[in-house]
């Protein structure tokens, strides 16, 4: 999509971006976990309340602070942009999957369990 080539510094930022979003999984579980004594849809509500603030803000700071060199900008950003593009594509992906096919999966994870 972007026209830049598959070479091993985009690689490396898939890789990172890989170690992120699950990370960012994590810290989502945890919240939900954390939540006990309510019913399942009530704790996956709540951990979507809770971790959306700090998903959205160090995804968007991380964002901005990637987008000059992203956009090739700057003496020099050729050669780290195809890095860029990977963790900056990498990132707007996250926000749909961590706050919206996670709770989603869970839910269907514990409804199948009979957990809720």
Known sequence: MTRT?????SMMGMTM????VTEVGIFYYSEYHDLAGTDVSARLIGAGKNRLRPIAMTTMAAIL???PLALGWGQGAQMQQPLAIAI???LLAQL????IVLPVLLHRIHRRLGEG
Request: overall charge negative; hydrophobic content about 65%; charged content about 5%.
């Open 88 to 90: 900056v594509s990498g």
């Open 65 to 67: 602070a990637l987008l």
């Open 96 to 99: 749909p999957l961590v706050l």
């Open 5 to 9: 080539e598959l070479n091993i510094s």
């Open 17 to 20: 971006i890989v170690g992120i």
